[in-house]
C-alpha cells in the first residue's frame, strides 16, 4: 500500500494546521485549523460571511485545492483537540468532503457549536465522538486510535492511524505532564507499545523545539498563580486575572484559589462561557460553587455594575483580553468602557504568555500602559507553556521510534530546527525526516 503524506496547512506558519495521509486509494485528513492572526490584520474580515476562496487568499485557512490531484477519497477528518488553529476552518471546509468528522467528546461539542453557528455549513457532516483510548475502523486495512495526552485545553489526544505499513502518529499538539491539573498524563505505556509494534512516521508539532529541557508542568503554573493570589488575601483592591479562555485547567485553579481567598469567582466573555460551560456541562470541571459566568455583552457589564456596588474586594472577575484584543473585557475594562472602575492599588494578573507575533506586543503595550496610568499593579505571566519542549520532542522520539520524522505546526525555523535535531538523533534529512512546506508532500511506502 502507497503512504504519502501531504502538508496541507500549518507546515510554514503557526496556525490553520491540516494533514492528509493518503492510503492507497484512502485519505485520512487531521485538522482544519484557522489562522488567526491572519485574521485579524484584514480587519475588516468577517469570516462568517467570507467565501472559501477568499479566506485561503489571505492565508486564513488551509488551502486544500493541493489535495485535488490526490487519488483517493477521505475517509475521516480527524481532529487532536478543540484549538481553533486545529478545528476553525471546518465550518468552511469540512462539507467539501463526504467524511465523518472524528474527535474527543469535548472537541466534538465544541464542533458542533462552532458548525451550528453557521447554520447550513455542517448540516450535513456526521460527528463521532471517540474516547481516549478507544479505536475507530475506517475500512479492512485503516483503523484510528486515540492515545490519551496532555496540552492546554482538555480532553487532547494523539490521533493513531493504524496502516498494514505501521502505525502513523499525530503529535499536533501535546505536552508529557505527568502531573496535570485535570485528566490523567498521558498514555505513556500504550506509546512504547505501539513503538513496538512499529511507526512509520511521527508527524510531530515543533512550536516550542528551540527550548532546551523539558517543559514544566501545570502543576507548576498552580503553584505560580496560588503564590501570588493568596499573597493577597486581605487586600481589599481588586483582583482580575485574565487567562486562555480554553485553558480550563487554569480557569479551574485560578476560580478555587480565588475561593480559598474569600473571593467569587466571575468569569467573564463570550469564549469564556463558551469553553467553561461546555466543559461544565460534560462534568469534565467542577468549579467552586460560588463560581458565575456572564458571555454577552450586555449581562457583563451589568455584572461588573453590580461588582462595584457590592465591593471590588468580594469578587475576582477572570476575564478574556490577556493578549490585549480590542474588544476583549480586560481591554474595556481599561479603557473605561464598563461600569467597572480600575483605580490605584488594584491587581491586574496576566496568567498567560504574550503568544510572539508583533501585534500582540503592541496590543498587551496599550493594555498594560493603559492600567499602568490609572495605578493598576501588573502581574505578568504566571504561566507555563502547553506545548512539548526539546526533550519532550526526544522522549516521545525514543517511545515510538518511528521510522520517519515529519515537522509540522510551525514556522520554517521550528521545522528547519526540529530537522537539524532529528538529525542529531541519527535521522538523515530527504530520507527520514522531512522538512515540508505547505503544499509540499512525501511518499513513505
Ligand atoms: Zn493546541
Do not use: W
Not at 487567562?243 to 485560578?254: A, E, G, L, N, P
Request: glycine share 8%; with cysteine; net charge neutral.
Amino acid at each position: 500500500m502507497e503512504i504519502e503524506i501531504i502538508a496541507v496547512g500549518g507546515y510554514d506558519e503557526v496556525g490553520r494546521n491540516m494533514t492528509a495521509v493518503r492510503c492507497g486509494k484512502e485519505i485520512v485528513i487531521f485538522d482544519m485549523g484557522l489562522r488567526l492572526d491572519q485574521v485579524m490584520i484584514h480587519e475588516d474580515a468577517e469570516i462568517e460571511n467570507m467565501k472559501v476562496p477568499d479566506l485561503i487568499r489571505i492565508r486564513a485557512i488551509p488551502d486544500d485545492t493541493v489535495l485535488n490531484g490526490s487519488e483517493g477519497s477521505v475517509k475521516a477528518i480527524v481532529c487532536s483537540h478543540g484549538h481553533l488553529d486545529h478545528i476553525g476552518a471546518l465550518p468552511k471546509l469540512a462539507q467539501r468532503y463526504n467524511a465523518p468528522i472524528i474527535a474527543t467528546p469535548y472537541t466534538i461539542e465544541l464542533i458542533r457549536q462552532q458548525i451550528s453557528a453557521e447554520q447550513k455549513a455542517g448540516a450535513n457532516t456526521k460527528l463521532f465522538a471517540l474516547k481516549a483510548g478507544q479505536r475507530y475502523t475506517l475500512s479492512q486495512g485503516l483503523t484510528i486510535e486515540f492515545v490519551r495526552t496532555q496540552h492546554s485545553i482538555i480532553d487532547c489526544v494523539m490521533p493513531v492511524l493504524h496502516t498494514p505499513q505501521g502505525a502513523i502518529v499525530y503529535a499536533l499538539d501535546f505536552k508529557l505532564d505527568r502531573s496535570p491539573v485535570i485528566g490523567e498524563p498521558p498514555d505513556f505505556a500504550r506509546l512504547r507499545q505501539i513503538g513496538k509494534e512499529g511507526v512509520l512516521a511521527l508527524i510531530a508539532e515543533c512550536t516550542n523545539i528551540g527550548r532546551k529541557g523539558r517543559c514544566p508542568s501545570e502543576r507548576l503554573a498552580r503553584d505560580l498563580v496560588r503564590d501570588t493570589l493568596t499573597s493577597y488575601e486581605d487586600d481589599k483592591n481588586a483582583i482580575i486575572v485574565t487567562t486562555f479562555s480554553s485553558h480550563i485547567s487554569r480557569i479551574k485553579t485560578i476560580a478555587e484559589c480565588a475561593h480559598e481567598i474569600g473571593r467569587k469567582p466571575v468569569l467573564l466573555g463570550r469564549s469564556m462561557e463558551k469553553y467553561a460551560v461546555t466543559a461544565e456541562q460534560m462534568k469534565l470541571v467542577s468549579f467552586p460553587e460560588t463560581t458565575s459566568v456572564f458571555g454577552n455583552r450586555r449581562t457583563v457589564d451589568r455584572t461588573l455594575r453590580r461588582l462595584m456596588k457590592a465591593g471590588k474586594d468580594k469578587f475576582l472577575p477572570i476575564v478574556t483580553g490577556h493578549q490585549g484584543e480590542p474588544g476583549s473585557i480586560l481591554t474595556r475594562m481599561a479603557t473605561g468602557d464598563t461600569p467597572y472602575q480600575i483605580t490605584a492599588g488594584d491587581k491586574v494578573v496576566f496568567s498567560a504568555n504574550v503568544i510572539p507575533n508583533p501585534m500582540n506586543f503592541g496590543q498587551r503595550y496599550m493594555v498594560e500602559a493603559r492600567l499602568k496610568l490609572v495605578g493598576a499593579r501588573i502581574f505578568d505571566d504566571l504561566h507555563v507553556s502547553g506545548h512539548a519542549y526539546r526533550e519532550d520532542h526526544y522522549e516521545l522520539i525514543q517511545l515510538l521510534q518511528p521510522q520517519h520524522l515529519v515537522p509540522a505546526h510551525g514556522s520554517m525555523t521550528m521545522t528547519a530546527e526540529y530537522t537539524q535535531f532529528a538529525g542529531e538523533m541519527g535521522y538523515a534529512p530527504h530520507d527520514t525526516v522531512h522538512l515540508l512546506r505547505n503544499g509540499e508532500r512525501i511518499r513513505l511506502a
